[in-house]
């Protein structure tokens, strides 16, 4: 099934945040529908750095191709500004469609951008984001490829300017539409009282930041369509990472610690060891 068509439904669509293949797979057989590539994971873990714009379209593309090679559900990509104007836009969505993306989430930043849970955030027009909108929408190859645009105006123009700017982004083409970072119940309430009759919604989820965390039966009933999970493996992880860096200094041995890890024959069964070496087997033989 199409992303496109999966939001048809009515039941809220869940997308964890994914960073390469191994944590694509992993999500893939935890049963979700969609995937979402998250810039912000992929500045944590390639970079080592904090997401402030820093990942570059290139990047993600080659991150995006190599979670198509493994996966097969939607993924849903960060698309960060575009990566400059509506020409730049433009080309992002032909590069990340080649890659095999499902939708592009676009933002109305000025690049380049920050998380949308920092502060000191500022916004091109809503104007030019408009455009860039129209563009992307006339570049697409194929209809089924999502375009969802995102507003961070309710940290820097307020929650009214967010709305103002949404409709302007529903008007030139938008097929998701993602207010970011309200930073109440009452707000998310409000954006889905104003929008999820016309268009799906999209909701981020992150542990800590701006918005109050809900869960996806909470969100369901608001009206919203799509919740993202973006950076939450990327600190699930760090977190287990430093533990394990932590226990191996001090124990000179990974033996405490392997009660928290997969074995050597355990993670090769998780990425499919066993399964391959066999497809290896039946086309040395000619049987493949």
Not at 28 to 57: C, K, M, N
Not at 85 to 94: D, E, K, S, V, W
């Amino acid at each position: 099934m199409s992303l496109k068509a999966r939001l048809s439904q009515d039941r809220i669509l869940a997308a964890p945040g994914v960073y390469d293949g191994l944590t694509a797979a992993l999500a893939e057989q935890a049963g979700f529908e969609a995937l979402y590539l998250s810039g912000a994971a992929v500045a944590y873990t390639r970079l080592g750095r904090p997401d402030i714009g820093l990942s570059t379209s290139s990047e993600m593309a080659e991150t995006m191709a190599l979670i198509r090679d493994r996966v097969d559900v939607p993924v849903i990509i960060d698309a960060d500004t575009g990566f400059g104007n509506a020409l730049n836009a433009q080309r992002t969505i032909r590069i990340y469609e080649r890659a095999g993306a499902n939708a592009l989430q676009v933002e109305d930043q000025t690049f380049p951008k920050r998380c949308g849970h920092l502060a000191d955030k500022s916004l091109i027009s809503k104007t030019e984001m408009a455009g860039k909108i129209s563009a992307m929408a006339d570049a697409r190859a194929s209809d089924e490829t999502l375009i969802i645009a995102r507003t961070d105006a309710i940290a820097v123009e307020g929650f009214d300017a967010a709305v103002e700017r949404a409709e302007a982004y529903i008007d030139a083409g938008a097929d998701v539409l993602f207010i970011e970072a309200p930073r109440t119940g009452d707000e998310l309430a409000r954006v889905a009282d104003t929008f999820a009759h016309r268009i799906p919604l999209l909701a981020n989820m992150v542990e800590g930041g701006a918005t109050p965390m809900k869960d996806t039966g909470e969100l369901q009933a608001m009206g919203f369509s799509i919740a993202i999970f973006p950076g939450g493996i990327v600190r699930a992880l760090a977190r287990t990472a430093q533990a394990y860096y932590a226990s191996l200094q001090a124990n000179g041995s990974n033996l405490p610690f392997k009660d928290q890890m997969f074995d050597f024959d355990g993670l090769n069964r998780v990425i499919g060891t066993p399964e391959m070496l066999e497809a290896g087997r039946k086309y040395e033989s000619g049987q493949g």
